[in-house]
């Protein structure tokens, strides 16, 4: 079954630490792997895609295919940070559906 | 550019009813995906529209139909409407070229409550 699992529906740290947030999936195809962000009363939006490899305000995320991971990760969380963050997945290069996960709520406190 | 706009914001229908949710997509895009968002919950994959017609279908029942219009906007309708049909729906664009995807842009939903 296609699915996209974040273990955690709250994360919360101080600022200046470092911040995992954890996606684990299951797919039997070639997948692309996403994280998109929502900031508070904003639009859903990408952060980064796995195959760009870029890192965007900071965030960085690499596609683990043993593990089936994609942990999105950041060396010192910044209170701007705080948001929705969902890991998502869709077949590679088929412009096609996402597959998201629950979403992990990032609280960074000052 | 507006980016993806939606409309309405709210809507508040009956059991039984029938709803129209309207989505045009970002300038220059010519794919429209729809998600239904309940609460506490990611988004679930609906349905795709690309040239007029539906190109890929999510699991969910015939109630949820759509349509593309020429000029790219789309609309997706929800006939007999269920309690659990109250969710926040967001549309997608996205431009597709070939078969390479490009990054859905998501409009802010339509935030649909039944009653």
């Known amino acids: 079954a296609q699915r996209v699992t974040q273990p955690e529906k709250l994360l919360s740290v101080f600022k200046g630490a470092p911040v995992e947030l954890k996606c684990n999936y299951s797919?039997?195809?070639?997948?692309?792997l996403f994280w998109y962000v929502q900031y508070s009363r904003q639009r859903l939006q990408l952060l980064l895609r796995h195959i760009s490899r870029e890192s965007i305000k900071g965030f960085t995320a690499d596609l683990n295919k043993g593990e089936t991971s994609f942990h999105l990760k950041k060396p010192f969380a910044q209170e701007e940070d705080s948001a929705m963050y969902y890991c998502?997945?869709?077949?590679?290069?088929?412009?096609?559906?996402?597959?998201f996960g629950q979403g992990t709520e990032l609280s960074v406190k000052p | 550019d507006a980016g993806v706009t939606q409309s309405p914001t709210h809507l508040i229908k009956t059991r039984g009813q029938q709803v129209t949710l309207r989505c045009s997509p970002k300038s220059g895009h010519d794919t429209v995906s729809w998600y239904q968002q309940a609460l506490g919950q990611g988004p679930q994959f609906i349905f795709q529209y690309y040239e007029e017609e539906e190109r890929q279908r999510g699991n969910f029942p015939d109630r949820f139909s759509g349509h593309q219009f020429p000029n790219y906007s789309s609309e997706l309708n929800v006939n007999a409407l269920l309690l659990g049909d109250s969710a926040l729906y967001l549309c997608?664009?996205?431009?597709?070229?070939?078969?390479?995807?490009?990054?859905?842009?998501f409009g802010p939903g339509t935030r649909l409550t039944v009653t």
């Open positions: 998502a997945l869709s077949e590679y290069n088929q412009g096609g559906k996402l597959i």
């Open positions: 997608a664009s996205s431009l597709l070229v070939g078969t390479e995807a490009y990054e859905q842009y």
């Open positions: 797919y039997s195809g070639s997948p692309e």
